[in-house]
């Protein structure tokens, strides 16, 4: 499965016609969520071109990195998840994901798009 999205987001940064997920806070409200171009950004960054993902988004390296990372060791161990999973790593991701929200919100440094 993680290898398959790699996959798709990689196949999808050369074919932006395939179909994805709009974001629904952006449509009701016009606000950009913390995720907002995360896609767009790790397209890039799997496809190779890091400046161009790291202006759509400062985690799009981070998380291509992830996934790729992700797919190695569940091919390898032969499991979707690992049989623990520490907390404190999503509670930082997390923490870190939504600081770098507000200071766009604040700076306005959205993309267009």
């Known amino acids: 499965m993680p290898a398959g999205l790699t996959g ?13 997920w709009p974001c629904p806070l952006r449509a009701l409200t016009g606000v950009p969520c913390p995720t907002c171009f995360l896609t767009r950004a790790t397209e890039l960054a799997l496809r190779g071109d890091l400046e161009a993902s790291l202006q759509q988004h400062a985690f799009g390296p981070l998380a291509a990195a992830a996934l790729v990372g992700w797919s190695v060791l569940a091919i390898r161990r032969g499991r979707l998840l690992p049989r623990r999973l520490p907390g404190w790593p ?16 604040v700076w306005g440094s959205f993309p267009s798009g």
């Open 8 to 20: 798709y987001l990689w196949l999808k940064g050369g074919h932006p016609a395939l179909p994805g």
């Open 90 to 105: 999503l509670a930082a991701g997390a923490a870190a994901l939504l600081g770098y929200w507000l200071l766009r919100l």
